[in-house]
């Protein structure tokens, strides 16, 4: 048996015994995100590491060159840019008139199912992106006032509050139209 087919045996091996593992493991790195599939990456490593040339080194440590395969694709997967859909200054206005629906001060009324669904979306989120919108849109705190109050960093709480409203308007614009 050559060298190559051993190590795809090997290998073969490893994806077969620790694939739950494995999915858990890209799941909780990409799990905030709800345009990526632990699976699609999952294979799509596996492919690349199948499909490597004969000439190329054998792979020693197979679960070390596993997961650092994996992190790499994880890593790429999330730096690919997406389009763009809102301004930043339109999402800050749309929040804005949400927060004034929410405690209801808005002269112009939404509809009913439209005020429950975002309560619903809001109160879904994470811990983390929920309190940030509710402390920051809906109570009015600023960045400032609630690093000093919990040691959390201006920059991370201003970066969960944009991917906690980047989340909620896709979820909103999903639920809205179903």
């Known amino acids: 048996m050559s060298p190559k087919n051993n190590s795809q045996l090997k290998i073969s091996a490893f994806f077969a015994e620790e694939y739950h593992a494995l999915k858990g493991y890209v799941t909780s790195k990409i ?12 294979q799509d490593v596996a492919l690349r590491i199948f499909s490597r040339p004969e000439s190329a080194l ?18 790429d997967t999330m730096r690919t840019k997406k389009e763009k859909r809102y301004e930043e200054s339109d999402l800050d206005h749309l929040w804005t008139e949400f927060a004034d629906l929410f405690y209801g001060t808005e002269d112009f009324p939404y509809p009913t199912h439209v005020i429950n669904k975002l309560k619903t979306a ?24 609630i690093s000093a109050e919990t040691g959390i960093p201006e920059g991370t709480l201003m970066s969960r509050r944009h991917r906690a409203m980047s989340l909620l308007l896709k979820k909103l614009e999903h639920n809205i139209t179903s």
């Open 122 to 145: 809001i109160m879904e989120l994470k811990p983390p992106y929920r309190d940030i919108i509710l402390a920051v849109d809906f109570e009015g705190y600023s960045y400032k006032e």
């Open 31 to 42: 799990d905030d995100t709800a345009d990526r599939d632990a699976e699609d990456i999952l």
């Open 58 to 75: 054998p792979i020693n440590n197979i679960p070390g060159f596993v997961y650092s395969a994996i992190k790499n694709r994880i890593i």
